[in-house]
């Protein structure tokens, strides 16, 4: 790719321009131009004090890039979620390595942005700029001058910028009046310049030592590879399932073992804008199919933390589920708007998610399949949790007749089939945990319902004349979570090779697929969708049709194989928050399910 130096306001980069990287706290996203125009301090579900991909006047930005006309090629540091990215000019070459630094311990009290510039060929000259913005409005930042140099603060945030041969210069006295620390250098071969970005959050502020962050670079880097190491998986599309688990490793909130869906809020699933919402919040439903890849890839820090997390914030806030949670455990209330213009000024920006406080009865599945994936790979559940899992199992028997909002979160409630089938399986995989000896409930009632519940959905939500499972009774309407089932052993039968044709028939788009008929008109095709659709094509044994989508959808990620929540399939432009937890996780499920039937073949 080739670009200026220049950010030019009005000139939005495209979203699968941003590769993020993390540490467990909170997420950057950089561009291709060198930019970060998105990081939350001090956790990845604060009000972001970067946040030019919302606002470009006012949202605040990190800037590093060559002066001059440059190309530019990027790569994650094998292994690892550390950005390298390769400028070249006219005059030179020079990388930049990227990271969110970890410490001798783990994970550093505060956040800290490490960019090291090591020359390669000839000179390049590189500008710089650290400029935070308004966190969306509620924050003026202003610099302060102090014995170790200048502070910027916004709000609670403090933020200091040092380095190495990273050229700070002063602002002149009648330069506009820009809260923001800047400088510029030139790289020769085998020169290094360190730009380190350091922050905290209504707390003192560590000034590090750049040779001490050049270490921890390279610390960093062995932590991701020592954690790569641990991952396991043979197969096929195995770089694009390794860099999914990394992109899950960034949502994972390290200091709760919860699992945001996506890494951002607002980013708009199509260019009318409105349904624009905030996904740095725990679904249950994330929480669910993220256990049971981390289990299968012999991950059990993460496996033990996440299911720990999950069990002790439904007690704290039951005896209901909810959708999802706050990363601390908390129950989010309301959606809050702001004033700012939006990613290509696509408004709403806003804090929070209208799916809260809606019945879905989804999330029973999705509970008791964490925990009977937990129990399978060989662990115990507690006296405390085994009791919960009693009761939400008899809830499950008393409700599963009601209407809910479904899987999409739709306004109207209605008798959604893929919602049946949720509760279907959570009431099987209660019978699984009491035969396993993890559960004194009353299997034999939860068996006769769960055999209910079947006949209901084979009466009710098949439907002759469209050959397929349609969204729910009464209508000849197609949801393609349907295909989720497929997965979950409901059908894996002629049944579902049929509707996997009905629903490519009608909400199909290339290797793509919709939501749910009628929403074309409002959004692009949803990525997991079109994985599960390779996944359900394996489950009925249709494999090379499986393997051919596959193909094509993994081609679908960004240059450093990050998927958003949508897709155009015309362009390839991603919409929706990213990187987003449910496409990733739904490419994991789609490479196992294939992998597992040509074992089955062979």
């Known amino acids: 790719m080739s670009s200026s130096g220049d950010q030019t306001h009005g000139a939005v980069p495209p979203l699968r321009s941003y590769a993020p990287i993390g540490d467990g706290r909170t997420v950057a996203l950089i561009g291709l131009r060198g930019q970060v125009d998105w990081m939350p301090i001090p956790d990845l579900d604060s009000l972001p004090v970067f946040a030019r991909l919302l606002d470009d006047e006012t949202g605040?930005?990190?800037?590093?890039?060559?002066?001059?006309?440059?190309?530019?090629?990027?790569?994650?540091?094998?292994?690892?979620?550390?950005?390298?990215?390769?400028?070249?000019?006219?005059?030179?070459?020079?990388?930049?390595?990227?990271?969110?630094?970890?410490?001798i311990a783990g994970r550093l009290p505060w956040a800290e942005l490490a960019r090291r510039i090591d020359g390669v060929s000839g000179d390049v000259t590189f500008a710089w700029r650290?400029?935070?913005?308004?966190?969306?409005?509620?924050?003026?930042?202003?610099?302060?001058?102090?014995e170790r140099g200048p502070i910027i603060r916004t709000g609670d945030t403090t933020i200091a910028v040092t380095g190495s041969d990273h050229g700070p210069r002063a602002r002149r006295s009648d330069a506009p009046a820009a809260v923001e620390l800047a400088g510029r250098f030139t790289t020769s071969a085998d020169s290094r310049h360190l730009l380190i970005v350091v922050a905290t959050h209504d707390e003192p502020l560590h000034i590090p030592v750049a040779e001490n962050?050049?270490?921890?670079?390279?610390?960093?880097?062995?932590?991701?590879?020592?954690?790569?190491?641990?991952?396991?998986?043979?197969?096929?599309?195995?770089?694009?399932?390794?860099?999914?688990?990394?992109?899950?490793?960034?949502?994972?909130?390290?200091?709760?073992?919860?699992?945001?869906?996506?890494?951002?809020?607002?980013?708009?699933?199509?260019?009318?804008?409105?349904?624009?919402?905030?996904?740095?919040?725990?679904?249950?439903?994330?929480?669910?199919?993220?256990?049971?890849?981390?289990?299968?890839?012999?991950?059990?820090?993460?496996?033990?933390?996440?299911?720990?997390?999950?069990?002790?914030?439904?007690?704290?806030?039951?005896?209901?589920?909810?959708?999802?949670?706050?990363?601390?455990?908390?129950?989010?209330?309301?959606?809050?708007?702001?004033d700012a213009p939006g990613w290509n000024l696509i408004r709403p920006v806003v804090t929070g998610n209208p799916a809260q406080g809606q019945l879905q009865l989804g999330v029973y599945s999705d509970l008791f399949a964490i925990c009977r994936t937990y129990?399978?790979?060989?662990?115990?559940?507690?006296?405390a949790t085994a009791r919960m899992l009693t009761q939400v199992a008899d809830r499950v028997c008393d409700v599963w007749r009601n209407p809910d909002s479904g899987m999409w979160e739709l306004a109207e409630q209605r008798h959604y089939t893929s919602s049946r089938m949720g509760c279907w399986q959570?009431?099987?995989?209660?019978?699984?945990?009491?035969?396993?000896?993890?559960?004194?409930?009353?299997?034999?009632?939860?068996?006769?319902?769960?055999?209910?519940?079947?006949?209901?959905?084979?009466?009710?939500?098949?439907?002759?004349?469209?050959?397929?499972y349609v969204m729910h009774p009464g209508t000849d309407d197609l949801d393609a979570s349907v295909l989720l089932h497929a997965m979950?052993?409901?059908?894996?039968?002629?049944?579902?090779?049929?509707?996997?044709?009905?629903?490519?028939?009608?909400?199909?788009?290339?290797?793509?697929?919709?939501?749910?008929?009628?929403?074309k008109r409002e959004e692009f095709p949803f990525?997991?969708?079109?994985?599960?659709?390779?996944?359900?094509?394996?489950?009925?044994?249709?494999?090379?049709?499986?393997?051919?989508?596959?193909?094509?959808?993994v081609a679908d990620a960004n240059d450093v194989g990050i998927l958003a929540e949508m897709i155009d399939p015309a362009t390839g432009d991603f919409w929706g928050n990213l990187p987003q937890a449910l496409s990733h996780l739904a490419l994991i499920t789609a490479a196992l399910a294939v992998r597992d039937l040509t074992e089955r073949e062979e």
């Not at 930042?141 to 102090?146: A, N």
């Not at 439904?314 to 809050?336: K, Q, T």
């Not at 099987?428 to 009491?434: G, K, N, Q, T």
Request: aromatic share 10%.
């Open 60 to 103: 605040g930005c990190i800037e590093l890039a060559p002066v001059e006309e440059f190309t530019v090629k990027r790569r994650y540091v094998a292994e690892t979620n550390v950005l390298r990215t390769t400028f070249t000019t006219a005059r030179g070459t020079a990388t930049v390595t990227d990271a969110l630094v970890t410490g």
């Open 130 to 146: 650290v400029a935070p913005g308004t966190a969306l409005g509620t924050a003026s930042p202003w610099i302060e001058r102090t």
């Open 213 to 338: 962050v050049d270490r921890s670079i390279d610390r960093t880097i062995a932590g991701w590879r020592t954690w790569s190491r641990e991952f396991a998986y043979e197969g096929p599309w195995s770089s694009a399932v390794q860099r999914s688990a990394l992109a899950l490793k960034l949502l994972i909130f390290s200091p709760t073992g919860a699992i945001a869906a996506a890494a951002t809020t607002s980013l708009p699933e199509s260019p009318r804008g409105g349904k624009n919402w905030d996904y740095r919040f725990a679904w249950i439903r994330d929480l669910a199919y993220t256990a049971h890849a981390l289990v299968g890839f012999g991950l059990r820090e993460e496996t033990h933390a996440a299911i720990s997390w999950l069990v002790r914030t439904i007690r704290e806030n039951g005896p209901e589920l909810h959708v999802f949670y706050g990363l601390d455990g908390s129950v989010p209330a309301g959606v809050h708007e702001y």
């Open 375 to 383: 129990v399978d790979a060989g662990n115990v559940l507690d006296v």
């Open 426 to 468: 959570a009431l099987r995989d209660a019978v699984h945990l009491a035969h396993a000896g993890q559960l004194d409930g009353s299997a034999e009632r939860w068996g006769a319902e769960q055999a209910r519940i079947a006949d209901w959905i084979h009466q009710n939500c098949w439907s002759a004349d469209r050959r397929s």
């Open 488 to 519: 979950s052993g409901f059908d894996r039968g002629e049944r579902m090779s049929q509707t996997i044709d009905a629903l490519t028939t009608e909400l199909g788009s290339g290797a793509h697929l919709f939501r749910y008929s009628g929403v």
């Open 527 to 553: 990525v997991a969708c079109s994985f599960w659709r390779v996944a359900a094509l394996a489950c009925v044994g249709r494999g090379d049709e499986a393997r051919t989508l596959m193909d094509a959808l």
